[in-house]
């Protein structure tokens, strides 16, 4: 069994910085790219920003220069520093992981998703 366990929401002012963690635990051989998605309500799940196990990472244009991913691998966890967030950040940000296990003697490489963590932007 494997787990993605976000962190780090909650309400915060236009303008203001939040900081998400992600952790990956369980039986794992190894963790590829991972990534921060978000849903706001009425939209479709998007990218916001992910890293490879190497560090290069991808963002969207609308959080570039705001957001930055980061990631420490002996830790197995996946950092969103968020700062001069706006009302339309607001959305559930969710965490997602491509992780290698062996299961029964087979190896699998597949995608993860944490639970969800709600990010409010508001006065």
């Known amino acids: 069994q494997v787990q993605l366990v976000e962190s780090g929401g909650g309400l915060v002012q236009p303008g203001g910085s939040l900081r998400l963690s992600c952790v990956a635990s369980?039986?794992?051989?190894?963790?590829?790219?991972m990534g921060w998605y978000r849903q706001a309500p009425g939209k479709q799940r998007e990218l916001v920003a992910s890293?490879?196990?190497?560090?290069?990472?991808n963002s969207a244009d609308s959080v570039r220069g705001r957001f930055t991913i980061s990631r420490d691998n002996a830790k197995n966890t996946v950092y969103l520093q968020m700062n001069s967030l706006k009302p339309e950040d607001t959305a559930v940000y969710y965490c997602?992981?491509?992780?290698?296990?062996?299961?029964?003697?087979?190896?699998?490489?597949?995608?993860?998703w944490g639970q969800g963590t709600q990010v409010t932007v508001s006065s």
């Open positions: 890293i490879t196990s190497g560090g290069s990472t």
């Open positions: 997602n992981a491509v992780l290698t296990r062996d299961v029964s003697g087979r190896t699998t490489v597949d995608g993860y």
């Open positions: 369980g039986s794992i051989f190894s963790i590829g790219r």
